[in-house]
């Protein structure tokens, strides 16, 4: 005897989670072919050492990079208000500082072998070509928070917090509808006060 429902179906896989295994597996026999391609024409230790060469050319750009990155951090940690001899004014970051996250996706693309992510990594150190995909990004991380609807990751941290019947926010305080104070164990002694 049938029911006349339909059996109920597994959840579709999205786009994205059948795409990019089919597209890291053509992009991997795509280096391979290419390797092979240069071997036959160039020589076998002429793509060793195209290999080692990357990879050396890479730690060295992730590893420039990185310290860039890190003395960036120290300087606005330093220039935060509050902190012995910080400027009135804050500084506007020096040129040359910015897109340290391409330089180190572009060192790392060098690291990996292959002819496909060396060439995609040396576009990645030409400074035009990192502010022109810096400034998409930002426009696409912008146009997409804009986007989001409430419930959404952007609204996360007001959702965190604790709301006093009132409508003030207080962090880290617990407040009893029933008025009882919470016990204590006997092994605890008293508790000193939250201070913000």
Request: glycine share 12%; aromatic share 4%; proline share 9%.
């Amino acid at each position: 005897m049938t029911t006349g429902t339909s059996p109920p179906t597994a959840p579709r896989r999205s786009r994205a989670r059948t795409l990019v295994p089919l597209a890291v597996a053509a992009w991997a026999v795509l280096e391979i072919w290419l390797l092979t391609v240069v071997a036959n024409a160039a020589g076998g230790f002429t793509v060793l050492l195209l290999l080692v060469a990357g990879i050396v050319f890479g730690a060295a750009v992730m590893k420039r990079a990185g310290r860039r990155a890190f003395r960036n951090l120290t300087e606005t940690l330093q220039r935060m208000p509050g902190q012995p001899g910080t400027a009135a004014a804050p500084q506007a970051a020096s040129p040359g500082t910015e897109g340290n996250g391409f330089l180190m996706l572009g060192g790392l693309l060098l690291m990996i072998p292959g002819v496909i992510s060396d060439v995609a990594g040396l576009l990645l150190l030409v400074p035009p070509v990192r502010s022109m995909l810096g400034r998409y990004t930002e426009r696409s991380l912008e146009r997409r928070m804009r986007a989001a609807g409430p419930g959404s990751l952007s609204d996360a941290f007001q959702q965190a917090r604790i709301h006093r019947p009132d409508g003030k926010i207080v962090q880290g305080e617990v407040i009893r509808e029933d008025g009882a104070q919470p016990r204590s164990r006997a092994d605890e002694g008293p508790r000193p006060p939250l201070t913000p």
